[in-house]
């Protein structure tokens, strides 16, 4: 079957079950800023899990256009993508488990002629029981049907977002591949993370067309159906064929390459491509005026830099003064002695810390440095405004560039002068303090006993690191850090504004 066609016989499928057919949203999410692209069919429809009413009636279904970039580096295997459309029915307090199962168990065997391998319940956790009602409904309607159990990690979804809908999954997976997950939104995911039931009880369904086509056309892989024309062969041709697809989706909603955000992202994809373009002499099929600006200047700093590589530089000097980070020069063919490579930095690094404790004499910043050391002033910063605003400020996002950091975190109001004054006082007498910035990896449940700061909605490992600041700060955190505050150089804030409803951001620069 054509993926047209299981667009429509989905669609259709849902309209004859009294659902209202939703147009996509758009890449760029409008007014939420938990996430920088629509990952998923149910986040145009959030408030409605929350007892706003539905201009759509009760039960709807969509296919939408998602930006994923957390796989990118899977992309190029059989199965995953950063752009892809999911096809979802959704329900806001209309239908339940039996419905939603029956639905989707009718869709897949009758309409697509497929066979389920197994289907996967939730097992069952303290607080949370296991969902017995799932597993009875899957029997009734096949009891030879395989079922599967799993915990948290693989069947409970949500919330998109440091808090909201959330809950229990069933999960059909076909030829081996997970390709449905129906979601049960029965609580709402509070910042501490504790559960609350919900009013009403929602259904959210997410099923990605790629993968649907895949097995419908019974090939082995994304890119051999009808979705990829040009049905590209080596991992190289499909990670261009992907991220075109991404490239020309965001072009199309009028996005511009950028050093920020999403414009930074799609700058990444872009650059991801022309390198491949010129190792590997392959087409992009890419139309667009926006992207032959960026590919010229890209084919410039690319010259200027091989240029650079074939008169005999040493790849760190291409590193620290053109901004090459190791991977593209890899790419470009050229060999990296990474031992050496990794020395140099750490003198790097040495120097720079000397300079510092000079009161920042010489311009030492290289490429990379300037967002380590905006990165330990974001930590700091985020210390600072729980010091003069209270608790109520929970980290919501954080962007770095070279230029500058932004944090983006709720509180309700404007700062007002004195506040941010005082902020900005508390950042730079702890830099001036010149506190150590350590790591150490222990167990999830000691970093959360020590108070460490953390995203609320991320899945952490069950061993994290955790960086602290003197006794000032302590946070869960991957790094890279600078070795001590001294380093950073003076802190100041630049823009205070606000982001979306109850959250504030900020823009701060170290000079
Ligand atoms: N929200 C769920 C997902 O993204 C189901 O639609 O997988």
Redesign the pocket.
Known sequence: MLSSEIRDKFLKFFESKGHKVVPSSPLVPEGDSSVLFT?????QFKPYYLGKESPYGKNVASVQK?VRTSDIDEVGDESHLTFFE?L?N?SFGGYWKKEAIEYAHEFITREMGLKIDYVSVFAGEPGVPEDKESAEIWKSIDSSLEIRKAGREDNF??P?GEEGPCGP?TEIYVNGIEIW???FNEFYCNRDKSLKPLDIKGI????GLERLTMVSQNVSNLFETDLFPSHPKTREEGIVADHSRAINALLEEGLIPSNKDQGYVLRRLMRRVLLYKNRYQLEIPVESEVFKQESNKFDETLEAGLKKLKEGEDPFVLFTSYGFPVELIKELGVEVDEKDFAEKFKQHKEISRAGAEQKFKGGLAGHGEMEVKLHTATHLLHQALHDVLGDEVMQKGSNITPERLRFDFSFQRKLTEEEKKKVEEIVNEKISEALPVNKAVMPKAEAEKIGARHFFDQKYPEEVSVYSIGDYSKEFCGGPHVNSTAELGHFRITNEESSSAGVRRIKAVLE
Do not use: E, K, P, Y
């Not at 990952?39 to 986040?43: F, I, W």
């Open positions: 990952t998923a069919g149910m986040q998602c999911m979802g959704f979804w949500g998109t999954t997950n129906i979601v959210d369904t997410g099923m």
